[in-house]
């Protein structure tokens, strides 16, 4: 896929709960870039296999063919029961190839209202974008991602225990890691940002002075 290089690239991997989806909104705002959490997309995919009975491989290329950023919004995307389906999904090449080429094309060809694009995964960084501008690996320890989760999930009045929350994250860490396709690492070329002692703001500074560092080169 031929790329458009007057565009600011940035990508974006994590482990679950570190804080890419938070950072990434808000560069995103800032920077005026299109914003694709790509995790969403087999969130999204997860949810119509449980929603519609006549679920196969023609519906999701023709669900994802028509696929607009506002469809990933849906709050019924947050559930277990999708998260749980989406996870078997990712594991599916054929399907991992329809969504590679959603996500490269959110990448190298948004529209021309942004200044380019963000975009946070497990595979953004060794995959989607290996030529972004800039590539991070933001992260944060067990405890502090899994104290995040476990706020949110209260949040949206979910019925579950800090020890079930810190379990789940080491079995996603686990899964994300020792996955065979495409599985979460952190490239050479991508800049480490730990969050487990930084305030959402500080975090963005943090990203944000390397960026304008970079764009000002």
Not at 29 to 40: A, I, R
């Amino acid at each position: 896929m031929k790329k458009n290089k007057k565009i600011i690239q940035i990508a974006i991997d994590s482990p679950a709960a570190a804080g890419a989806g938070t950072q990434a909104k808000l560069l995103a705002k800032h920077y005026h870039l299109l914003y694709l959490d790509t995790g969403k997309i087999y969130r999204f995919i997860g949810n119509l296999k449980i929603t519609n009975p006549k679920f196969n491989y023609q519906l999701i290329k023709n669900k994802i063919g028509k696929l607009k950023l506002i469809d990933l919004n849906n709050k019924n995307l947050l559930s277990d029961e999708v998260a749980t389906e989406a996870s078997k999904i990712a594991k599916n090449k054929k399907i991992r190839k329809i969504v590679h080429n959603f996500q490269k094309k959110c990448a190298y060809f948004p529209s021309a209202k942004y200044r380019g694009s963000i975009l946070d995964g497990r595979d953004i960084t060794s995959v989607i974008m290996k030529d972004a501008l800039l590539k991070f690996f933001i992260t944060a320890n067990v405890k502090t991602r899994a104290m995040r989760r476990f706020k949110e999930l209260k949040s949206l009045n979910k019925d579950i225990t800090f020890n079930e929350v810190i379990k789940s994250i080491k079995n996603r860490d686990k899964n994300d890691y020792n996955r065979k396709l495409s599985p979460l690492k952190k490239t050479k070329d991508s800049i480490l940002i730990n969050t487990t002692n930084l305030t959402k703001r500080a975090c963005f500074l943090k990203i944000k002075k390397i960026i304008d560092k970079k764009l000002n080169n």
